[in-house]
Structure formats: structure tokens, C-alpha cells
């Protein structure tokens, strides 16, 4: 239950309805399945946070390769937004000509 991230407190409400035998199944069964979206939640959080450096990593290489950052201040999807930052797609095929 450590590996999971499943809270102390929780990690003992486990072990105490688990001590109490098939009883607790079902109760057991919910909280595998509570901590399993919280995990699900969290990888989707992390895979966010990785698309963005992603982004970033491409915005910096792009702009120290051409010296300047003005090859890419300009791109569409730069503008500040609330969804993720994403490579725009003739900068990808560009980027894959040059290798």
C-alpha cells in the first residue's frame, strides 16, 4: 500500500478492516479502487507536467539552434492559454528533415 501512495491513515483502515476477514471485502475492494483514480489522476497530471517540458525543451532548442528566440515568439500556439503548450506541427516535420 506504500508503493501506491495510499496514505498512512488509509494504509490502516486497510489493515484493520483486513484483520476483520471476507467481512470487509467489498470495503477493501473500494478503496483499491479510490486509490487506483487517485493514481490514474496523478499519471495524467505527470503526463501534463511532461508535454509541457516537452514544449519547452522544443521552444529552446529551436530558438538557441537559429540564435534567437524570435523563430518562435511568434508561433500560434505559444499565446498563453490554459490548455498545454504544443509543438506546432510544421516545426515538428522541419525538425525531422534536419536529422
Given at each position: 500500500m506504500?508503493?501506491?501512495?495510499m496514505?498512512i491513515?488509509k494504509?490502516?483502515e486497510?489493515?484493520?478492516?483486513?484483520?476483520k476477514g471476507d467481512?470487509?471485502?467489498?470495503e477493501?475492494?473500494?478503496?483499491?479502487?479510490?486509490q487506483?483514480q487517485v493514481i490514474?489522476?496523478q499519471m495524467?497530471?505527470?503526463?501534463?507536467?511532461?508535454?509541457e517540458?516537452?514544449?519547452?525543451e522544443?521552444?529552446?532548442?529551436?530558438?538557441?539552434d537559429?540564435?534567437?528566440?524570435?523563430?518562435?515568439e511568434?508561433?500560434?500556439?505559444i499565446?498563453?492559454?490554459?490548455?498545454?503548450?504544443?509543438?506546432?506541427?510544421n516545426y515538428?516535420?522541419?525538425?525531422?528533415r534536419?536529422?
Amino acid at each position: 500500500m506504500k508503493n501506491i501512495n495510499m496514505p498512512i491513515k488509509k494504509i490502516k483502515e486497510y489493515l484493520e478492516l483486513a484483520k476483520k476477514g471476507d467481512a470487509t471485502l467489498q470495503e477493501r475492494y473500494k478503496m483499491i479502487l479510490e486509490q487506483k483514480q487517485v493514481i490514474e489522476s496523478q499519471m495524467n497530471d505527470f503526463r501534463n507536467c511532461l508535454k509541457e517540458f516537452e514544449y519547452k525543451e522544443w521552444y529552446y532548442k529551436t530558438a538557441i539552434d537559429a540564435g534567437t528566440e524570435k523563430v518562435v515568439e511568434n508561433v500560434p500556439s505559444i499565446a498563453p492559454t490554459l490548455e498545454i503548450d504544443k509543438i506546432p506541427e510544421n516545426y515538428k516535420k522541419e525538425e525531422n528533415r534536419n536529422e
